[in-house]
């Protein structure tokens, strides 16, 4: 399986969309501080992930979430989880 995944700072709420084929191995890489375009903005959570059993559809999809509609389109589907608690 392929997953793409979107985790939020708690620090600065800003959003961080990523791909992976381990999304446990990856998610603990962020939470550990073990890659560096998220390593500044500690602590994470995950938000949002969707599963593919297609590289391409996933590598797709991280790819329009990227894009400024798909911005978007995650902010609109996750208005409530990116409000802090």
Do not use: W
């Not at 969309?17 to 191995?25: A, C, E, K, N, P």
């Not at 995950?46 to 509609?69: G, L, M, P, Q, W």
């Amino acid at each position: 399986m392929y997953y793409v995944y979107v985790l939020q700072s708690l620090k600065d709420k800003n959003l961080y969309i990523g791909f992976t084929s381990d999304l446990r191995r990856r998610l603990a890489q962020h939470k550990f501080g073990g890659t560096i375009s998220t390593k500044k903005r500690l602590p994470l959570r995950c938000i949002f992930y969707e599963a593919f059993i297609s590289k391409e559809d996933a590598k797709r999809r991280e790819e329009y979430f990227k894009t400024n509609k798909g911005k978007k389109a995650i902010k609109l589907m996750l208005r409530i989880s990116r409000e802090p608690d």
